[in-house]
């Protein structure tokens, strides 16, 4: 018989050991003995060695305050956005509250008019509505957040900003139809300009931090 020496350190030796091994079955002198007790202990002595796991878990109520505060401002935000969105296109498509005198004289060719308020409501709620279901389902759906999503959003604000100057012109040409006084189109025409107007700043201002933010981490 022969014996044979295995060892995982030294290529050279695991490919003598298989051709030895393959030359004994061929002559018929294989003889395999297995030395348990030096495997097992150096399997132990290559185990690592586990520390036992604590755990001390506290609870940060400031913390969690803080982000319970952060979601109901989101949750309120959305819904107010929402909402605002919806109205608009029910007022633009519907006529909502808005009587026939003040949207014949709105289509009238006495008043020259930047932009008709059926088109600025469309428009303006349909680009908000979009940008809001696309942002949350790049979120959802394939885990975009928010900082990854600035140069899209910072496009959105520029859209805003340019409908938001159309805006207040629009309402004040709208302020000097006698017809349209105290009717809803005028009212959610404002409305809609103020409202995105603000979102456009806090926006502005959150992409801004966030590029602080990401230039201070490549320094």
Not at 50 to 71: G, L, Y
Not at 82 to 110: K, M, P
Not at 156 to 171: D, E, H, N, Q
Request: a negative charge; charged letters at 15%.
């Amino acid at each position: 018989s022969q014996y044979i020496e295995l060892s995982s350190l030294h290529q050279s030796n695991v490919e003598r050991a298989f051709e030895d091994a393959i030359r004994c079955v061929i002559h018929g002198r294989l003889h395999l003995q297995i030395d348990n007790a030096a495997v097992g202990a150096a399997r132990a002595a290559m185990a690592p060695q586990r520390e036992p796991f604590t755990c001390n878990c506290e609870v940060d109520w400031s913390e969690v305050m803080n982000q319970s505060w952060m979601a109901l401002t989101f949750v309120f935000a959305l819904g107010l956005y929402i909402l605002l969105d919806v109205f608009a296109l029910v007022v633009a498509v519907d006529g909502y509250d808005t009587n026939e005198a003040c949207w014949t004289a709105l289509s009238s060719s006495q008043h020259t008019l930047w932009i008709h308020p059926r088109t600025f409501l469309i428009v303006g709620a349909t680009v908000s509505l979009v940008s809001i279901c696309l942002g949350m389902c790049f979120k959802a759906l394939f885990g975009v957040d928010e900082e990854q999503q600035d140069w899209p959003r910072l496009c959105v604000l520029i859209f805003y900003f340019s409908w938001c100057v159309a805006g207040y012109v629009l309402c004040a040409q709208i302020y000097d139809i006698a017809e349209c006084h105290g009717q809803s189109v005028g009212k959610i025409c404002i409305a809609w300009t103020v409202i995105k107007m603000f979102e456009c700043c806090c926006g502005s201002l959150d992409i801004t931090v966030n590029f602080v933010i990401y230039m201070q981490q490549r320094r």
